[in-house]
């Protein structure tokens, strides 16, 4: 046993399986760590290491046998800069994969901004934060939404993709000297799918905000006509309920539009990587 681990050949394939296993844990961890279906802000931090443990077991095999072990640097200032790029590649990647669940959560506190229903916040287990009820109902039901349509076999897939299309050893920017241009054009993508986030929580709440906005001219002619009636405090729970009613209507379409851009930020996990300057 001490002559194996004397071996240089050993000791190179050794140094080579940790450092990959180091820089795949590097990349998974800030997606772990964001992503709301991977359990949030109350699960354990155990609990979320055993999760990046998993799919870095699963992963690895694959990104061995595209032999970009063999290619990791043994100086420990790249090896540290390579580090630094995986856990900024795994934001940016577990960034766009909770773009539409940020939308859902525009979405919903825009329903109860505007319904008067935002102190009765509860605890969202996946945010760090308290949010509003309808945020909460709408955030656990796209969770589930999400699942069920199988969105976790495709995160699955778009992982190993993005190993494939920018592996561990390759920096960002890669040689080629169009690597500030493919940069630019990373943070441009970045800008536009935020902005189209936002638009789509907006265009989700739309509905609901166009009904409360019905109600609140009509308690306005109440207020007019009879003024003896105090239409603050009629207007709270008339308003409340038309949000729930008209929310519960025209819930398919929006878990609707919720799934189509999940499934479609899924699909960055394999491109974006390549903007980064991976191989094509």
């Known amino acids: 046993m001490r002559e194996l681990f004397q071996n240089p050949a050993f000791q190179t394939m050794a140094f080579q399986g940790i450092a990959l296993a180091s820089l795949i844990a590097a990349r998974l961890i800030p997606i772990v760590q964001i992503v709301p279906y ?6 354990p931090q155990t609990v979320k290491l055993a ?3 998993t799919l870095g077991a699963l992963i690895f095999p694959t990104v061995w046998l595209q032999g970009t072990a063999a290619h990791i640097p043994e100086s420990t200032a790249l090896l540290g800069l390579l580090l630094l790029k995986e856990v900024l590649v ?3 990647l ?11 959560r525009v979405a919903g506190q825009l329903i109860d901004n505007n319904a008067g229903l935002t102190q009765a916040t509860s605890l969202a287990p996946q945010l760090p934060e308290r949010v509003s009820p309808t945020t909460n109902f709408l955030l656990q039901l796209s969770i589930v939404i999400f699942f ?9 897939w778009g992982l190993a993709k993005s190993f494939e299309r920018l592996p561990p050893h390759a920096f960002i920017g890669g040689e080629s000297a169009a690597g500030t241009e493919l940069l630019a054009q990373s943070a441009e993508l970045l800008l536009r799918l ?7 929580g907006v265009l989700m709440a739309f509905p609901v905000i166009a009904a409360i906005l019905l109600v609140n001219v009509f308690l306005a002619l109440v207020n007019k006509s009879a003024p003896q009636i105090n239409v603050f405090f009629l207007g709270m729970p008339l308003k ?3 949000a729930a009613f008209v929310l519960l209507l025209g819930l398919d379409v929006v878990l609707d539009l919720f799934a189509n851009r999940a499934l479609e930020d899924l699909t960055y996990l394999e491109t974006l990587p390549a903007l980064f300057g991976g191989p094509p």
Do not use: C, P, Q, Y
């Open 90 to 92: 795994g934001f940016t």
């Open 240 to 242: 409340a309920a038309v």
């Open 51 to 53: 999760i990046t443990i």
């Open 148 to 156: 069920a349509i199988g969105g976790h076999r495709l995160v699955l």
């Open 194 to 200: 935020t902005a189209d986030a936002i638009a789509l």
């Open 94 to 104: 577990g960034f766009v994969a909770a773009l539409s669940f940020e939308a859902i």
């Open 38 to 43: 991977f359990g949030g802000k109350a699960t």
